[in-house]
């Protein structure tokens, strides 16, 4: 059957699987930036989550005249005054390093008790063809910060984001399970109605 395609604008292949698992009963060609090895990146200057979700999903609309689905994530630490925020991905350098990431955290963490390391990771997604964009959703997942990290599954900032109601690390979750309650799930399924009335059809 000829299903109508879907490129999910992301360069990370954590983030690609958990999209393409949630989206596995959608009726979709979901299409990765790996086929596109020649598209432009954007700058992603905006100053919040959503700006970026939306600046994402319109220009690589635009490049692949088509529908786009992009995200913007990162983890706001509130003793750190909500920062890595936009700057999640490259809080530790220009490069996106999550090793350097994590121990940067960690070291600006040091001193600070249990009960101040409270964090939540934020996603907010566009949905986008080249007239601009057509919805937009967003989630959130609470959580605490840990110097230790725990667990092998995720990415990122997973290893040290204790979500206290699981009684476990974001990387120490399954798949399935961080779907289930992850800013990313909560923010796509909030998508999941439009993506199939307008791009499913
Ligand atoms: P983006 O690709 O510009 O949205 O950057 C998101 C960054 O935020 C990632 O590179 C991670 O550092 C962090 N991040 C976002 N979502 C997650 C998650 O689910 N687990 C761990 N880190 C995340």
Redesign the pocket.
């Known amino acids: 059957m000829n299903q109508p395609p879907l490129l999910v604008a992301?360069?990370?292949p954590?983030?690609l699987r958990?999209v393409r698992a949630l989206l596995r009963e959608c009726p979709i060609r979901i299409v990765g930036l790996d086929e596109f090895p020649r598209m432009p990146e954007p700058v992603?200057d905006a100053e919040t989550?959503e700006g970026?979700?939306r600046l994402k999903a319109i220009h690589y609309a635009r490049c692949s005249n088509g529908w786009a689905l992009a995200?913007?994530?990162?983890?706001e630490v509130d003793a750190l005054g909500g920062q890595?925020g936009?700057r999640?991905?490259?809080?530790a350098g220009d490069v996106?390093d999550?090793g350097a990431?994590n121990a940067k955290v960690v070291r600006l963490l040091r001193g600070v008790a249990d009960a101040a390391r409270g964090a939540r990771?934020v996603?907010v997604m566009a949905l986008a063809d080249r007239d601009g964009v057509k919805a937009t959703s967003s989630g959130v997942?609470a959580g605490r910060m840990i110097d230790e990290p725990r667990g092998e599954n995720?990415?990122?900032?997973?290893p040290h984001?204790l979500v206290e109601s699981e009684g476990m690390t974001?990387?120490e979750l399954g798949a399935e399970r961080?779907n289930e309650i992850?800013?990313?799930g909560t923010a796509l399924r909030g998508l999941l109605a439009e993506i199939q009335r307008l791009v499913a059809g």
């Open positions: 992301t360069t990370n954590g983030k958990e992603e989550f970026n979700a995200d913007d994530s990162g983890l890595p936009v999640s991905a490259r809080f996106r999550d990431n990771f996603c997942v995720g990415f990122g900032y997973d984001f974001a990387a961080k992850s800013h990313r």
